[in-house]
């Protein structure tokens, strides 16, 4: 389920509604704050990409809705997070939920 712990509640929320502006605001805000970068990506990002991947194998979001949620988190990972968070960790943490999607899928 979406976290219910702040920031983190908003981020998801913000992917799962596809507003990337808001996304990019609450991972800046949250990075002022000293949040975890990983924890940003853990907590909130991927949560939110977790609730858009259930609506779309329930039919109720389409690949266009993917995509658009996906470009939130990705443009604030790459805005923001590249800097702060090894390659090696993000990719390992975004190939695993790649995996998972494509499982989830089949």
Excluded at 52 to 75: I, N
């Amino acid at each position: 389920g979406l976290p219910t712990e702040e920031p983190f509640k908003s981020i998801a929320l913000g992917v799962l509604y596809e507003d990337k502006a808001k996304v990019l605001s609450d991972v800046k805000e949250s990075l002022e704050n000293e949040i975890s970068p990983l924890d940003i990506i853990n907590k909130g990002l991927m949560k939110g990409i977790d609730a858009v991947s259930l609506l779309y194998t329930k039919g109720v979001y389409f690949l266009p809705d993917l995509m658009l949620a996906g470009d939130a988190m990705m443009e604030s990972v790459k805005k923001f997070l590249d800097t702060k968070v090894k390659q090696k960790e993000l990719l390992f943490v975004l190939l695993l939920k790649e995996i998972h999607m494509t499982s989830v899928k089949t």
